[in-house]
T-cell receptor, first 108, second 114 residues
Framework: GQSLEQPSEVTAVEGAIVQINCTYQTSGFYGLSWYQQHDGGAPTFLSYNALDGLEETGRFSSFLSRSDSYGYLLLQELQMKDSASYFCAVPGNTPLVFGKGTRLSVIA | DSGVTQTPKHLITATGQRVTLRCSPRSGDLSVYWYQQSLDQGLQFLIQYYNGEERAKGNILERFSAQQFPDLHSELNLSSLELGDSALYFC?????????????FGPGTRLLVL
C-alpha cells in the first residue's frame, strides 16, 4: 500500500522560514503533491514535484528526492495567513493518497 | 474560487436518515472525486467518477453510493446515517487524464448527524 509520514504540528514565527517534511512509501511513484487547507476551508493545490530537485513558486518551494522517498515544503517570509494545514499526497491504489497533514501555526 | 460547487454547505440530520450531496465540477473537467474528512481520519478518498463511469473506489461504505450524470455533475448518497458519518465531505474535480493531476476542491458540505 501507500503511506505518508509528516509531522502533525509545526510552529514558526512570522517572517521566518519553515520546512515541512514528508516521507512516503508507494509503488509506481509518479510525483509528490502539496495542498494547503485553512480551517473550515477546502484543500487547495500548492505544488507538484515529479523530478528530483527544488521547485519554487513565490514564497513557497517544494523539494523532492526520489531516491530517499522524501520531500519537503519550504515556506519563506512566513505570514500569519500561512497558518493552515499542509498535506503531502501521492497517487497509489487510489488517485491520490494524502498524508494526515501538518498543522502550521505562525506566531507573532 | 476553484470553480467546483457543492450543495448544500451545511446539513443537519438524524441517525438512520438518508441525504444527498451534490457537486458540479469545473468547466471542462470530466472527473469527480469524493472525499470524507473527519478530525481523526484526515482526507479519505471515497470514489472517483470519470465521464459518467466509476473509475476508482476507496474506503467507501456500502451505505454510501455515488453517481455522475450526463451533465457531469455528481451526487453522493449517504444512507442509514450514523453519528460517525458526521464529517466534511469534499468533492474535487480534474481532467482525469493523468495518473497524478491537480485536483480542484469544492467548498465542502459539513454533515452533522444527531
Amino acid at each position: 500500500g501507500q503511506s505518508l509520514e509528516q509531522p502533525s504540528e509545526v510552529t514558526a514565527v512570522e517572517g521566518a522560514i519553515v520546512q515541512i517534511n514528508c516521507t512516503y512509501q508507494t509503488s509506481g511513484f509518479y510525483g509528490l503533491s502539496w495542498y494547503q487547507q485553512h480551517d473550515g476551508g477546502a484543500p487547495t493545490f500548492l505544488s507538484y514535484n515529479a523530478l528530483d530537485g527544488l521547485e519554487e513558486t513565490g514564497r513557497f518551494s517544494s523539494f523532492l528526492s526520489r531516491s530517499d522517498s522524501y520531500g519537503y515544503l519550504l515556506l519563506q517570509e512566513l505570514q500569519m495567513k500561512d497558518s493552515a494545514s499542509y498535506f503531502c499526497a501521492v497517487p497509489g491504489n487510489t488517485p491520490l493518497v494524502f498524508g494526515k497533514g501538518t498543522r502550521l501555526s505562525v506566531i507573532a | 474560487d476553484s470553480g467546483v460547487t457543492q450543495t448544500p454547505k451545511h446539513l443537519i440530520t438524524a441517525t438512520g436518515q438518508r441525504v444527498t450531496l451534490r457537486c458540479s465540477p469545473r468547466s471542462g473537467d470530466l472527473s469527480v472525486y469524493w472525499y470524507q474528512q473527519s478530525l481523526d481520519q484526515g482526507l479519505q478518498f471515497l470514489i472517483q467518477y470519470y465521464n459518467g463511469e466509476e473509475r476508482a473506489k476507496g474506503n467507501i461504505l456500502e451505505r454510501f453510493s455515488a453517481q455522475q450524470f450526463p451533465d457531469l455533475h455528481s451526487e453522493l448518497n449517504l444512507s442509514s446515517l450514523e453519528l460517525g458519518d458526521s464529517a466534511l465531505y469534499f468533492c474535487a474535480s480534474g481532467s482525469g487524464t493523468r495518473r497524478q493531476e491537480t485536483q480542484y476542491f469544492g467548498p465542502g458540505t459539513r454533515l452533522l448527524v444527531l
